[in-house]
């Protein structure tokens, strides 16, 4: 069985309510990601990057000598081509406006997920199922014209509906039930799911 990849990226985390650990993860610490995972009390199994920001890298890192790739798009490369099938970003949305965009772009082109503190982002192309519960925020945000939208489970419903890049619509909706379904025909929408 492929492993999961958990990427930490070196943001900011106040708490972390919707990361659940599997033991079978495979825990990466993005340059100073890697104090993430340390404050989780876990050990990371690997550390890569160009060790600008976590100035003594153990023993087996893996690192970045060109400025042509992020560190998140190193360990991303890294991943893919090591086979793994799964992959999750964990302190994406930092103080780094450049770097906040280029990592939610990069997660877009590749539909990885995105969790940080309270929030969960998903990109998609066809469909997903939400787990939540009552209450909760989601978000759908277009990241180019999409059309076809349905959704189930949600306080305002569309029903084959077009969302435009750009226009904020599909903002604050608020979960009816423990789970919600987005479905999509064409287009690509970043689903942001808030834990109240």
Not at 94 to 109: E, V
Request: aromatic fraction near 8%.
């Amino acid at each position: 069985m492929v492993k999961r990849a958990v990427l930490f990226i070196n943001g900011d985390l106040a708490a972390l309510p919707q990361l659940r650990l599997r033991r079978s993860d495979y825990l990466i610490g993005v340059d100073g990601g890697t104090r993430l995972i340390l404050r989780l009390k876990r050990r990371p199994d690997l550390v890569i990057g160009d060790f600008d920001s976590y100035l003594h890298p153990p023993s087996g890192a893996v690192i970045k000598h060109s400025q042509d790739l992020t560190d998140t798009e190193f360990a991303l490369d890294y991943c893919i081509k090591h086979g793994f099938k799964e992959i999750v970003l964990v302190g994406v949305l930092g103080r780094r406006l450049d770097h906040l965009l280029s990592n939610i772009f990069l997660a877009a082109r590749f539909k990885f997920t995105i969790i940080e503190g309270r929030q969960t982002l998903y990109f998609v192309t066809s469909g997903r199922v939400l787990e939540g519960r009552p209450g909760d925020l989601v978000s759908l945000v277009p990241l180019s014209d999409c059309s076809g939208i349905t959704t189930q489970g949600l306080k305002w419903r569309l029903q084959g509906e077009s969302l435009k890049a750009g226009y904020g619509r599909g903002i604050s909706n608020v979960m009816t039930g423990k789970t919600c379904r987005v479905r999509l025909k064409k287009g690509r929408l970043l689903v942001v799911y808030n834990l109240l």
